[in-house]
């Protein structure tokens, strides 16, 4: 069955460094999502994309986020410089479509991202 | 603002008996609804969905859901639980738009089940 892959699984960097999170959607979805959860703490929206371009985005994605379809097949979240308080599981997620049967987010098992 | 709602953070049943987790939601028309589940360490599983038609859907897993437009809930149940149910779970729902949904999921709090042998 397909599915959603993320790498890497885990990833520990130092405060004020740029992370890139990998994410390979399922390979017939058109729209792709990245959200994340803090330990203990509900699972929130970031950003939607869809043809090349960021469909919608909630608050916490500021200007130190960005996201980019850089080929066929990756989608990547870019943190530019990370906080104590990025600290989180991101995951990403794909749809096929976004109305009817077509429209269910499919999971990746998550990047873990701890920022000391 | 959209917002769910899971009640209950834990619950506890014994292997085999059943269960029902409760969501409610806050919006002003039908939303799109999804149940999904975390085990420890892993992604989230869609369980099922609803967004219309027969109130009642089916989903993996042998677990159902049933949608109530009148106590805005889409609660989870699963007539015998499995040691292998225990995991956290979390309902989310989206706005439908004439074009298609948002894309923005809002999730619920979770709910942690602990099956009991």
């Known amino acids: 069955e397909p599915e959603v892959t993320q790498t890497p699984s885990h990833q520990v960097t130092q405060m004020g460094q740029e992370v890139i999170l990998r994410c390979v959607p399922i390979s017939n979805h058109l729209y792709f999502y990245w959200y994340r959860q803090i330990l203990g703490q509900k699972v929130e929206f970031l950003v939607s994309?869809?043809?090349?371009?960021?469909?919608?985005k909630s608050e916490i994605f500021d200007d130190q986020f960005s996201v980019e379809r850089p080929d066929g097949s990756n989608f990547t979240l870019k943190i530019r410089s990370t906080k104590l308080e990025d600290s989180a599981m991101y995951f990403c997620?794909?749809?096929?479509?976004?109305?009817?049967?077509?429209?269910?987010?499919?999971f990746g098992p998550g990047t873990r991202l701890t920022v000391t | 603002a959209q917002s769910v709602t899971q009640p209950d953070i834990h619950i506890t049943v014994s292997e085999g008996a059943s269960l029902e987790l409760r969501c409610n939601y806050s919006y002003g028309a039908t939303p799109y609804l999804f149940w999904y589940v975390q085990s420890p360490g892993q992604g989230l599983q869609l369980l099922l969905k609803y967004f219309s038609g027969d109130t009642l859907v089916q989903g993996i897993k042998g677990f159902e859901a049933e949608f109530k437009r009148s106590q805005s809930s889409f609660n989870l149940r699963k007539p015998s639980v499995h040691w292998s149910d225990a995991a956290e779970y979390f309902c989310a729902v989206d706005t439908p738009l004439p074009f298609g949904n948002t894309g923005k999921l809002i999730f619920g709090q979770g709910t942690t089940l602990q099956v009991k042998p």
């Open positions: 997620a794909s749809s096929e479509g976004k109305r009817g049967t077509t429209y269910e987010q499919y």
């Open positions: 994309f869809y043809n090349n371009e960021i469909s919608e």
